[in-house]
């Protein structure tokens, strides 16, 4: 093919190289087949070889703003993706620990989980679930950790509300869990601010080098 | 004097190209290459698409479940990706040729410079 063709072509790879590579192929195997279809029509019109293709990439535009352009809306997409992913998390490590020694494992609690000990597993997991946020989302854990929040705190409070109505002599020890659980919340976002820490800190050398 | 064509020769606004791309889709699928050259072929020429920012402008689309975009293999030529518009697409341009509408019919009041009184 034309010299100044695959020279396009490359530039644009270049620019797109933070791209997972298939879809950086699929892009450049898409644009690769319309200015193609621009060669040949400006062929059939009267052109040289030159002529057509230096009409083509003129009209496809600069290589810098469509990559850039084609990024941005790639982002956007993967990085939709990772919120909601990083929320599912958020949720699974909030509810999984819970569920296994209440249904699973119930047996475990009397083994491992004193009062005291439950307080400190809840504070250890929201330090955890925000660090995994962190590393999916970055710098977008917002929402998925507030959101998981708000449904694992609507559903405590209708188990409670549902206890005391079905047998009022309960205790509101459910409650107490779910006041702990807002009181840890600032510990999600703690663990997302740690993780974030780290990996700036482990940008700077190599941002000196550069 | 110069022609209308010339005069208003420019780029299109990168706002108003996934409008279009909706419009041309609406009509049947197609790949990129005949969507330009419908909207070229449709347009008369008046303004230029910059054919590479039909690319984001389809991502985005695609993205937001607008149209859908798939592979086909023909004999004989190159694999293209062609794109359809999705129910949630058919909406979208309903929603986007309202609003053209208002903002034309605002912009022709103005420029007609009809007066006040006529108007009343």
């Known amino acids: 093919m034309h010299k100044e063709l695959e020279k396009y072509l490359s530039q644009i790879e270049k620019q797109l190289s933070t791209l997972p590579t298939e879809q950086r192929e699929d892009e450049l195997r898409e644009i690769r087949s319309h200015l193609e279809m621009m060669i040949e029509e400006n062929i059939a019109c009267g052109c040289n070889e030159e002529e057509a293709v230096a009409k083509a990439l003129e009209q496809f535009g600069s290589t810098k703003e469509i990559a850039s352009a084609l990024k941005s809306t790639r982002a956007n997409r993967d990085q939709r993706a990772r919120t909601v992913l990083a929320g599912l998390v958020v949720f699974a490590i909030w509810i999984y620990p819970d569920f296994c020694t209440n249904y699973i494992f119930p047996s475990m609690r009397y083994f491992l989980l004193t009062p005291q000990a439950s307080y400190i597993e809840t504070a250890i997991v929201f330090l955890i679930s925000g660090w995994i946020a962190e590393v999916i989302a970055p710098r977008k854990v917002l929402l998925p950790i507030l959101i998981p929040f708000c449904i694992v705190w609507a559903l405590g409070i209708s188990t409670v509300i549902l206890t005391l109505v079905a047998f009022p002599t309960s205790s509101l020890s459910f409650l107490s869990y779910q006041l702990l659980n807002t009181a840890v919340l600032p510990l999600a976002f703690l663990g997302a601010w740690i993780r974030r820490r780290q990996v700036k800190h482990r940008q700077q050398p190599q941002m000196i080098a550069e | ?120």
């Open chain 2, 1 to 120: 004097m110069r022609s209308t064509k010339t005069e208003y020769n420019r780029d299109l606004a990168k706002g108003d190209i996934p409008t279009l791309i909706l419009a041309v889709l609406a009509q049947g699928p197609c790949h990129g290459y005949a969507i330009a050259r419908e909207v070229e072929r449709r347009g008369g020429e008046v303004f230029r698409l910059r054919e590479g920012s039909l690319y984001p402008a389809l991502r985005t689309l695609e993205n937001d479940d607008a149209i859908s975009g798939q592979w086909q293999e023909t004999s004989g030529a190159p694999a293209r990706r062609v794109y359809s518009i999705t129910e949630k697409g058919q909406r979208e341009l309903a929603q986007r040729t309202r609003a053209w509408k208002q903002y034309s019919k605002a912009v022709n009041a103005i420029i007609g410079g009809k007066p006040h009184a006529q108007r009343a």
